[in-house]
């Protein structure tokens, strides 16, 4: 997800759910509950241990653009990891009507943003369950919290990241628990639903349509997508074959093709940087909705429509950003963060092959915007943290993870890292990277322990001083350049 010009800069805000936001049907569970979390330094609350979700089967019924709630079903099946008398999955926007593990009916309750069962019996460590829960999923906006479902001009798209596909449906919502997904989504006939993955099969009943996708890889719960609206599915082939499908609303399907037809080439130009492209399918989703941002959503990423319609934007511009989510396939989808804290290895990839491209296809150079970079990086430092060690969202911003210093500030450090080692070297690791940790995560201690082996020499220090330092360390091959200086205040 990109930082863009102007007012496009701010990202994406995060709130805690209010209480009173939170509709969900209680059964008193007879032992005292708590919300639980993976510990993660940034969203302490998300997650859940004692299980690892092995895959999503996630039903949608939607009667229209009449902003009610969806009717869904959310079935999980998990190991678990130890023993467990009752089960937390985090999900805070919706009304749940029941939920059964094993075929059994369970109790259920819920301690702040989790919904926590209570099986009939114990469950013991290393044993496979299936939880299923009958919800409601609701579009309506929580107020001071963005991210879910997003309402556009014709029906609705997702955007979870960080911290939101718990708003949509019951999950383990953190990127470290990847599965493998099946979507079925019903719309009355008129509408077209696309998800994550390949079309698995359409069924007409009664005036209503249901699309089935799956997913052939696994997925972190931030990058699903669901999208419902009088869209049109173009397809295209891509490099080795890949079937790439791009979602438009159909009134605006002749004006956006130029860049629709953009995306094959840009799917070469990072396959020979990086390496094949990860996924089964890519396509873009160019929603009529006012998001303030694009994103990743694995295998479909959404765009404002705006970005390709607004004149504003230079076309170089649009392209190095359709650029920037297509490289997150590989960067946060393929290899997903283990923590949130390796948000930087995300965004700043992301920034870095954006750049990249701008510099070969525009003649935007690289040099120039890092000297930028550098210029501000200390700045960015004292605002956000270093770029391994964001300071955590302030209550109520999400914006607090998406700050420069994991973009820009970031792809400086790429940028620093490749005059230390040179080029080769790091073309090598870069390569060396989506290949070891594909269809899983990765850790910045992953990637600084093989960058150090394709140096051939330990790089810790390099990567202290340039991830977790307050000051920017001197570039090297570049002593000139110099942090700027802090603004003048008004004397008073």
């Known amino acids: 997800m990109p930082l863009s010009l102007g007012s496009r800069v701010p990202r994406r805000l995060k709130a805690t759910v209010l209480a009173s936001a939170v509709s969900v049907c209680l059964v008193a569970a007879s032992v005292p509950t708590e919300p639980l979390g993976v510990g993660d330094r940034l969203f302490p609350y998300l997650g859940n241990p004692g299980y690892d979700v092995s895959s ?3 039903s949608f019924t939607y009667a229209g653009d009449n902003g009610k709630p969806l009717q869904a079903v959310t079935t999980i099946d998990a190991w678990t990891t130890k023993d467990l008398e009752r089960v937390n999955l985090d999900f805070a926007h919706g009304t749940v009507n029941s939920v059964e593990v094993d075929g059994l009916p369970a109790e259920f309750t819920t301690a702040g943003e989790d919904l926590v069962v209570t099986p009939k019996t114990p469950l013991p460590q290393g044993g496979w369950m299936r939880i299923t829960v009958r919800h409601t999923s609701d579009p309506m906006p929580v107020k001071g919290r963005d991210g879910g479902w997003v309402r556009t001009a014709d029906g609705l798209a997702m955007a979870n990241q960080a911290d939101a596909a718990h708003l949509v449906f019951p999950c383990n919502d953190h990127p470290s628990d990847k599965a493998m997904f099946t979507f079925h989504v019903t719309a009355p006939d008129g509408y077209t639903a696309v998800a994550n993955g390949l079309p698995a099969g359409v069924t007409r009943t009664g ?28 397809h295209r082939t891509g490099p080795h074959g890949l079937p790439v499908r791009d979602v438009v609303p159909t009134e605006d399907r002749e004006v956006l093709e130029p860049w629709l037809a953009r995306t094959p080439e840009q799917i070469a130009w990072m396959e020979g940087k990086v390496g094949t492209y990860p996924f089964e399918t890519y396509g873009v989703l160019m929603a009529s909705a ?41 960067f946060g989808d393929s290899v997903s963060p283990r923590t949130w804290s390796d948000l930087w290895l995300n965004e700043g990839h992301a920034t870095w092959y954006e750049a990249l491209y701008a510099d070969e296809k525009a003649k935007k150079p690289l040099e120039a915007r890092m000297k930028a970079a550098y210029g501000a990086s200390d700045r960015w430092r004292e605002d956000g943290g270093p770029p391994a060690l964001p300071k955590p969202p302030k209550p109520g911003r999400k914006i607090g993870v998406f700050r420069a210093n994991v973009y820009d500030g970031s792809a400086l450090v790429l940028y ?12 090598r690791l870069e390569r060396a990277w989506v290949r070891a940790h594909r269809d899983g995560t990765g850790t910045t201690a992953d990637f600084e322990r093989l960058a150090s082996g394709i140096a051939g020499r330990d790089l810790t220090g390099f990567f202290q001083a340039w991830l977790y330092g307050e000051k920017t360390p001197p570039m090297p091959g570049h002593p000139d350049w110099k942090p700027a200086p802090p603004p003048k205040t008004a004397k008073k």
């Open 56 to 58: 999503y089967d996630l």
């Open 290 to 330: 006012a998001t303030g941002f694009e994103l990743e959503t694995q295998t479909l990423s959404l765009f404002e429509k705006k970005l390709f319609t607004d004149p504003a934007y230079p076309r170089w511009y649009v392209e190095s950003i359709m650029v920037h989510e297509l490289s997150h396939q590989w």
């Open 416 to 427: 620093a890292l490749r005059q230390e080692i040179g080029k080769p070297a790091f073309e």
């Open 207 to 234: 005036g209503t349509t249901t699309w089935t996708y799956r997913t052939q890889h696994p997925m972190a719960t931030e990058l699903t997508q669901v999208s419902i609206g009088h869209s049109t599915v173009v």
